[in-house]
């Protein structure tokens, strides 16, 4: 058995926190960043599997005019983190983002979940707490992520550390294998696996 996730939540993220607690359904959060700034446009996608896993990242401009849960819907290697969105009930929230980050796990990545807590992602509550422990109320770069630092999430108390090394950046343990796809209100880092948070 996994020992509890780590509890360092912020107090700058308060506000937003309390209003996800309850679940992903109908927030309203208002998060931080300008809807007219979006994402930095200075780092670029990188990872070599970003032409086989989002083709669209050679399309910067049409990316940039896109909403993050419109990118990862139209991604064929990104729908089964659009069922877990869906799961949770979190469109709304995901329409209210502004300059924010999002861990997306691929398709592959959910494949190495075991039965039962694949069946346990189906339910709204466990839905919600793993797509609030993938979101960070702020703009990662990939500069920001080789730093080695550790980030808060939406879900209480849970934050994510990250790391580079050897040209490859990780993210507790999943590795970041396209990165940087920025869209016109968040910044996606997609991985090969979801994140371990034990």
Do not use: W, Y
């Amino acid at each position: 058995m996994k020992a509890p996730a780590r509890r360092l939540a912020p107090l700058a993220l308060a506000p937003v926190l309390a209003a996800l607690l309850a679940g992903c359904a109908g927030t309203g959060a208002d998060f931080p960043g300008g809807v007219e700034e979006g994402p930095r446009r200075d780092d670029k996608a990188f990872g070599t599997a970003c032409p086989q896993i989002a083709p669209g990242t050679a399309d910067a401009k049409a990316l940039a005019a896109a909403k993050a849960l419109q990118t990862i819907r139209s991604t064929p290697q990104l729908s089964e983190f659009a069922v877990l969105v869906k799961n949770a009930k979190a469109e709304d929230m995901f329409a209210s983002m502004q300059n924010v980050t999002v861990f997306v796990p691929v398709n592959a990545a959910f494949a190495k979940l075991s039965d039962e807590r694949r069946k346990a992602l189906v339910e709204p509550q466990a839905a919600g707490d793993t797509v609030r422990s993938l979101i960070v109320a702020q703009d990662l770069t990939r500069e920001d992520l080789g730093a080695g630092a550790s980030h808060p999430t939406l879900q209480d108390g849970v934050q994510l550390r990250a790391a580079a090394r050897d040209g490859n950046v990780t993210v507790d343990g999943a590795q970041v294998v396209c990165g940087s796809v920025t869209t016109a209100d968040a910044r996606l880092h997609l991985l090969d696996a979801l994140p371990d948070l034990g």
